[in-house]
């Protein structure tokens, strides 16, 4: 016996949730349910997803120009944004800065560096004013938790495996150390704040299972971010994005509720496709509008983040973009997310192609502990059970790789 909703003799107009409640739909809701086969949970996940992404209006701030580490491959250094500007250090300067902003109509405050956990005093001056707030960090000294209980710490990873140490572990003078993914772990086993940010390459295929795992084990969350080596020959002309494409999937299939990114998403942060065309400047949406460079990019039609600038350690001087600003090497995968969640309109072509669009939301917003998607308690459980159902099946191969449809949802 089916317990979907029952659609009325009029089409989806009036959809009877039970016989107590009938429940009216407006007529955009009417568009919906049409395009998601009658689907009321998928129609309520939507309007969710969309409530959500309009009531936050996000920038990005450096904050600091230190860092107690030097990675390869790190474009603030790469390109010496540690030496354009000078920080702004006044606590009250800060705050006064933040509440510009908030008048701005900003409300997320995404605070990179630089390494943000050197300067919690900073981050809290934007707690005071913000709703939301993100930092990004290297996972190396612990965000406190007291007075930063909301704010969403997402922690780089390149490589995993022993590579996140050759790339990474590096003091400022030179000197190498090791176990930075572990002193990660260990700062934020089990916290609620915590998603990796894992940087997956193709020098590292056989390093994503054992990370993701430890990730998980550790009682955290991870989406996937794509490393592309800064001023080497072929940054992103790979040999084997398929085989680093079909190992993140066949992870993902492994760890669904653990690893967030989704299999469409997967795929297009490694090749820089979507269904709809390729990642690039004239698509993207995340620069700052204000800088004087993108006239022409704002008036070519394609969607950009509302009120988005990117400001650097000033907090005065507004940056190109979240990133580097060398969009040729650019595969940043918080970018490329932007890109797919403000391109709903492409997704409208069908039913599952919608429903695609719903699950990736819903994954990028699951890495903010501030959204209501924290499923943390139960995603390791989850996880843990599929995989204990999992190895009671017969004659699987531990290496299988798993090639997954197109436009296959994943959560
Ligand atoms: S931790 Fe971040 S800011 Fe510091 S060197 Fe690495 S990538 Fe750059
Ligand atoms: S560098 Fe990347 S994020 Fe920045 S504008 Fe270019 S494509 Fe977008």
Request: hydrophobic residues 25%; aromatic residues 8%; proline residues 9%.
């Given at each position: 016996m089916s317990h979907g909703p029952v659609i009325g003799p009029n089409g989806p107009g009036v959809i009877r949730m039970s016989e107590a409640s009938p429940r009216r739909f407006t007529t955009a809701d009417k568009a919906i349910l049409e395009l998601l086969g009658g689907d009321v949970g998928y129609l309520d996940r939507f309007r969710k997803v969309t409530t959500l992404s309009r009531q936050v209006r996000s920038s990005e701030y450096l904050?600091?120009?230190?860092?107690n580490i030097r990675c390869e491959g790190c474009w603030f250094f790469e390109y010496d944004f540690d030496k354009t500007t000078t920080e702004l250090k006044s606590i009250e300067g800060i705050r006064a800065f933040a509440e510009k902003e908030r008048a701005r109509g900003v409300n997320y405050a995404i605070i990179i560096g630089g390494e943000p956990a050197l300067i919690p005093d900073r981050i809290a001056a934007f707690i005071s004013v913000m709703d939301y707030v993100t930092i990004s960090t290297n996972g190396l000294k612990p965000l406190p938790?007291?007075?930063?209980?909301?704010v969403a710490v997402q922690i780089s990873l390149f490589g995993g495996g022993e590579l996140d140490d050759k790339l990474r572990?590096?003091?400022?003078?030179g000197k190498r150390f090791t176990g930075l993914f572990d002193t990660a772990l260990r700062n934020y086993?089990?916290?609620?704040r915590a998603c990796f940010v894992f940087a997956i390459t193709e020098d590292g295929i056989d390093h994503i299972e054992p990370t993701v795992r430890r990730i998980h084990e550790n009682g955290n969350r991870v989406s996937l971010n794509f490393y592309s080596k800064y001023h080497?020959?072929?940054?992103?002309?790979?040999?084997n994005a398929p085989r680093l494409v079909d190992e993140a999937l066949r992870v993902k299939e492994l760890y669904p509720n653990t690893l967030l990114t989704v299999p469409y998403v997967i795929r297009t942060i490694v090749t820089g496709e979507s269904h709809w065309g390729t990642f690039g400047y004239d698509v993207?949406?995340?620069?700052?509008?204000?800088?004087?460079?993108?006239a022409a990019r704002l008036a070519n039609g394609n969607p950009v983040l509302p009120r988005f600038n990117a400001w650097a350690a000033d907090c005065n001087t507004v940056n190109?973009?979240?990133?580097?600003?060398?969009?040729?090497?650019?595969?940043d995968s918080q970018a490329v997310l932007s890109w797919i969640l403000v391109s709903l309109e492409r997704f409208r072509e069908s039913g599952e192609s919608l429903k695609t669009w719903i699950e990736i939301s819903e994954s990028y917003w699951k890495?903010?502990?501030?959204?209501?998607?924290?499923?943390r308690s139960t995603a390791a459980g989850q996880d843990l059970g599929r995989l204990t159902a999992a190895s009671h099946e017969?004659?699987?191969?531990?290496g299988k790789r798993v090639a997954l449809p197109l436009l296959a949802g994943g959560t």
């Open positions: 904050l600091t120009n230190a860092c938790v007291e007075g930063f209980e909301n572990a590096i003091k400022p003078g086993e089990g916290d609620r080497r020959d072929e940054p992103l002309r790979m040999q993207c949406p995340s620069l700052s509008v204000d800088h004087p460079s993108h190109f973009c979240c990133t580097s600003g060398h969009c040729e090497d650019c595969r890495q903010f502990c501030w959204a209501p998607y924290d499923t017969a004659g699987r191969p531990a």
